[in-house]
């Protein structure tokens, strides 16, 4: 078979098919060095050794890779990119392992992070007027939530089983959201034509006293 030539997906090649990055940034900027970090954790790579690490070989973390290669180069680092395969299976589990290690820690910490989510939302329901700025507030921290979840599954390359239950809470964080925007929709709607709580109401005869 001819260099990138593809004749469809192999039986285990995701699991035998890894790069190895080896980096020195010495020399060159310290915009480089960080850069350089940044974008290797944010792959998910697992260090093997200060300035070595490996990730799985795939096409879209490749391509990722290849350009940071150019990047270093053009920029005064140096930079080794070697294609391996780990015939071993009890060293390939072993790095496996460690990849799911990674981001089950990264999930867990949002599995911590949530409750505080759903608590806001049933602290504000119960005092019995969802306000907008209440439910936007709630919006952008869901938001928040689903780009960090995002970013850790776009690692989660050999399916960590905590990433099913962070999926789950996600979705039941977007059902109670939902239903705290609908609150807030017919409090606003009642509000408005004078069949708001009655504290509200006396609050708006109020600032209208002459």
Sequence with gaps: ???GEVNGPVPGQDEDAWLLVAVSTAGAADSLRVHVWRK??????VYVQQSVCLLPDRPPVAGAVRKL?????????????????????VERGEL???????VTAEYGEVLERLPAF??????????????????EESEADLARFEA???KIAARDYFAAP????????LERARVVLKAFEAAGVAADTDSSTGRGPVHVRAAEREEHRP
Aim: proline residues 2%; glycine residues 12%; negative net charge.
């Design 40 to 45: 290797l954790r944010g792959l998910g790579a």
């Design 162 to 169: 905590i990433g099913a239950e962070v999926r789950a809470e």
């Design 1 to 3: 078979m001819s260099d």
């Design 96 to 102: 496996i392992g460690e990849f799911r290690a990674s």
């Design 148 to 150: 960090w979840v995002a």
């Design 118 to 135: 759903f608590a806001e939302i049933e602290t504000e329901s119960a005092k019995g007027r969802t306000t907008f700025a209440g439910v």
């Design 69 to 89: 290669v150019d990047k270093i180069r053009a920029e005064g680092g140096t930079v080794r990119l070697l294609h391996l395969t780990l015939a071993d299976p």
